[in-house]
């Protein structure tokens, strides 16, 4: 009896407070939420966004691979990346493993400086660290230094870890209720569009799931007519409901991303990726 009563005080200390659940619930959740709405999809085919639940769509896409739009972006990204500062150290020297294959740790709570650092953060941390100017956020040589980043990562699988540590899953929680919040004139949140109307029509649009999200980025998309980083996408997603964006890299963002990309722990990266 007394055991019985130990058990249940610790099993009732494990519970989730106030109805917040950890993050391995929530990424668990989620998962089945969509295995339920999608039961054709295969947990691996995520990674191909709207294409992953609309076989019509996906033919015209896998034309668009054939002569992936984002070639270019890669092989500029790849003379970027391998071209010396002024100083005569290049974007390896501030990587781990030279940069190469290490996409699927981005973004990643640093525990010392108690913050969210994005892939694209780090690309500008490390040509100020080298006194260089940094890039602008959204497009051009950043998210095509990116791309290359995520092109010598293809196939690694997303593994974003919540440390141990009060201030990283309050990172985490901020990114989890951008994403559930309604916001602008339209009042709709993130997963009202890529959760619950997932595979729903918005104008011309098919409404892609938010797992696999970010396995891709960044992405060339047809309207943009070049590459975007995630946080241009975001700027446009909040723009959709008419909110107000938030400043790329602004700590709102990266909490959303910290969230957004731990929702697709488990799949692989293939970014870059080519959007309509
Ligand atoms: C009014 C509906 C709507 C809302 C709300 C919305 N989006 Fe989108 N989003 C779209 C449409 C339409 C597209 C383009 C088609 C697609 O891939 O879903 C898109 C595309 C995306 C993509 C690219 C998918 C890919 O495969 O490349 C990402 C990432 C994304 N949205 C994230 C978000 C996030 C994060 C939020 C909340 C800040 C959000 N969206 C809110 C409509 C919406």
Redesign the pocket.
């Known amino acids: 009896m007394r055991s019985f009563l130990l058990t249940l005080g610790i099993a009732l200390l494990a519970m989730p407070v106030g109805g917040i659940a950890s993050p391995e619930q929530d990424l668990a959740d989620f998962r089945e939420y969509y295995e339920k709405r999608f039961p054709g999809t295969p947990f691996h085919d995520y990674v191909?966004?709207?294409?992953s639940i609309d076989p019509e769509s996906r033919a015209q896409w896998e034309e668009i691979e054939e002569f992936a739009p984002y070639e270019l972006s890669i092989s500029n990204g790849e003379a970027l990346f391998k071209k010396p500062f002024a100083n005569g150290n290049t974007y390896a020297s501030c990587f781990e493993n030279g940069g190469v294959g290490i996409r699927q740790n981005y973004p990643y709570f640093d525990t010392d400086r108690g913050e969210v650092i994005t892939l694209e953060l780090a690309i500008n941390e490390c040509r100020e660290a080298n006194g260089e100017k940094p890039l602008k956020w959204k497009k051009g040589p950043i998210a095509d230094i990116s791309a290359y980043m995520a092109y010598t990562s293809r196939g690694n699988v997303i593994d974003i870890k919540i440390p141990d540590d009060p201030r990283a899953l309050a990172a985490y929680e901020r990114g989890k209720k951008?994403?559930y919040q309604k916001?602008?004139q339209?009042n709709?949140?993130?997963?009202?569009?890529?959760k619950f109307?997932?595979g729903y029509k918005?104008?011309a649009?098919?409404?892609?799931?938010?797992l696999?999200?970010?396995t891709?980025?960044p992405?060339y998309?047809s309207k943009w007519g070049g590459m975007g980083t995630?946080h241009r996408?975001?700027g446009?997603?909040?723009a959709?409901?008419r909110?107000k964006p938030h400043p790329a890299q602004s700590a709102e963002y990266r909490a959303?991303e910290y969230f957004?990309t731990y929702m697709s722990n488990g799949l692989a990266v293939n970014g870059p990726?080519a959007?309509?």
């Open positions: 191909n966004g709207v294409y951008h994403f916001r602008g339209l709709m949140a993130c997963a009202d569009c890529h109307y997932a918005v104008r649009d098919l409404l892609s799931p938010a696999g999200h970010l891709h980025f992405v998309r995630t996408r975001y446009g997603c909040n959709q409901v909110a959303l957004h990726g959007r309509k």
